[in-house]
Nanobody, 128 residues
């Protein structure tokens, strides 16, 4: 069982930055690929970014490439999402998720059904 707790959301003006954190419980954090997803009002949940268990591979949704950076600190069981140059269309509830990869440390996932554990979400609001 893995519990995920997100933090770092808030209200920011367009062009600003936020750094989301997701703290995970458990002793096998590096065996999980980690992902960030978001759900905007009236829209379906969408993939944002993912990182492999060893942190060596990552993947981004096209709309956030060059603006967002996903990273992880396996010693602290934490994954981050640095969000720069924020736009009003980035407004959403952001969720982190964990997907089991066992010893396949370079794997990451981009589909929600590939993730087993989810956090409760943190609100990000970008004003114009």
């Amino acid at each position: 069982q893995v519990q995920l707790v997100e933090s770092g959301g808030g209200l920011v003006q367009a062009g600003g930055s936020l750094r989301l954190s997701c703290a995970a419980s458990g002793r096998t954090f590096s065996s999980y690929a980690m992902g960030w997803f978001r759900r905007a009002p009236g829209k379906e949940r969408e993939f944002v970014a993912a990182i492999s268990g060893n942190g060596g591979s990552s993947y981004y949704q096209e709309s956030v490439k060059g603006r967002f950076t996903i990273s992880r600190d396996n010693a602290k069981n934490t994954v981050f999402l640095q969000m720069n140059s924020l736009k009003p269309e980035d407004t959403a509830v952001y969720y982190c998720a964990a997907g089991w990869t066992s010893s396949r440390g370079s794997y990451y996932y981009t589909e929600g059904h590939q993730y087993v554990y989810w956090g409760q979400g943190t609100q990000v609001t970008v004003s114009s």
